[in-house]
């Protein structure tokens, strides 16, 4: 059984390490989650981390999951390749690499800079780009591309991707959080009521700063489902701060 093993060791890291082997202290939950696909990992907040390729050795508790979850739990795994961290986000993961590596330099005249030169009809273009990636993937469903603004992750027809960057835009918008929240505090969030409950979101201007870097990974990220006019309108407000690079 070999699959994929992201890892991002911190103070509570229990793991026991033998060379190319690797271990749980005791096998018990928490597991080590091996993804059979890179398209499913989920990365969360936990950035940069070190991405493997590795082959289970002995698993852990499987009971209680769905049929076929597109991953093992693992008590001990054996380390077979290190992997660039830009393979998590597909063929053209590097530019997606490259956009994460600029947000935690981002200046907040940088996100005014963003959030002023998003191109008008790049929402739809973003969109748009959804609906190629859903169809590819054999869902049938007819969608407006407005349905599509903001959208980080996504289920289609026949398979366990997610994005056309698998966990990229999700990463992105985390990273980005952490940013605005690092620059601005609180005053990066406004909270929302909706049904009786109480959201915080980003402010208009860091939203604005978040689309426009989701624009750009798209474009750059998922060429193949991009027209070329549409990827001029998506990267506009990138070129805008990478311009004199």
């Known amino acids: 059984m070999e699959g994929y093993w992201f890892h991002l060791p ?4 229990t793991l026991i390490r033998n060379g190319n082997h690797v271990r749980l202290a005791t096998a ?7 993804d059979q696909a890179l398209a499913s990992i989920t990365i969360g907040s936990r950035w940069p981390g070190q991405l493997w390729r ?5 698993l852990g508790d499987m009971s209680g999951l769905v049929a076929r979850p597109g991953y093992w739990r693992a008590a001990a795994i054996e380390l077979l390749e290190a992997l660039p961290l830009s393979t998590l986000f597909g063929a053209h993961g590097d530019a997606v690499l490259n956009i994460l590596t600029r947000i935690n330099g981002l ?3 940088q996100a005014e800079a963003l959030a002023q030169n998003v191109d008008p009809n790049a929402a739809a273009a973003y969109g748009q780009a959804w609906i190629r990636w859903a ?6 469903r007819s969608t407006d591309p407005d349905e599509w ?6 289920s289609r027809g026949r398979d366990k991707e997610r994005s056309p960057l698998h ?7 985390t990273q980005l959080r952490q940013r605005a929240q690092a620059i601005d505090g609180d005053d990066a969030f406004v909270l929302i009521e909706e049904d009786g409950e109480t959201e915080q979101v980003l402010s ?5 700063a978040c689309d426009a870097l989701l624009f750009a990974a798209m474009a750059q990220g998922a060429p193949q489902y991009v027209l070329a006019d549409e990827a001029r309108v998506l990267n506009r407000a990138w070129d805008a701060i990478t311009e004199s690079d």
């Open 167 to 173: 966990s990229g835009f999700v990463l992105i918008h």
């Open 204 to 208: 208009p201007l860091w939203q604005q």
């Open 107 to 109: 200046t907040r005249a």
């Open 28 to 34: 018990a939950p928490p597991w080590m989650v091996v």
């Open 135 to 140: 169809q590819a993937g054999g869902d049938t």
């Open 10 to 13: 911190d103070a509570s890291d």
């Open 149 to 154: 603004h903001g959208t980080l992750a996504a």
């Open 54 to 58: 590795v082959r289970v050795q002995e």
